[in-house]
């Protein structure tokens, strides 16, 4: 299992300091992202919270999923890699 963890559903008031704080409860963070508009700045009402461990990650999503943060129930799971790019480090299949 990863350790980075996708949390969707985040009102657009809350904070990577409020994310730290609330998943801080249920090990150690490593690192808070709140995902932001390039142009407005506004939040996209997505981010994503990586733990110390698998199991600190997988205690947080039993923990947290359909929690509320900040009056908006958020969702919580696995990060995936964002479609279309590969999942193994970046190398490419050389021609033959």
């Known amino acids: 299992m990863n350790n980075k963890l996708y949390v969707g559903n985040l009102s657009s008031n809350t904070t990577e300091n409020q994310l730290k704080d609330t ?3 249920h090990g150690t963070v490593t690192e808070t992202n709140v995902v932001t508009d390039r142009t407005t700045g506004q939040s996209r ?3 994503f919270v990586t733990m110390s461990s698998p199991e600190e990650a997988n205690h ?17 799971n696995v990060a ?5 790019k590969p999942s193994n480090g ?6 033959v």
């Open 23 to 25: 998943f801080a409860v």
């Open 45 to 47: 009402g997505f981010g």
């Open 60 to 76: 947080a999503i039993e923990a947290l999923n359909g929690t509320s943060i900040d009056g908006s129930f958020i969702t919580v």
């Open 80 to 84: 995936r890699p964002p479609a279309g």
């Open 90 to 95: 970046g190398s490419r299949a050389k021609a």
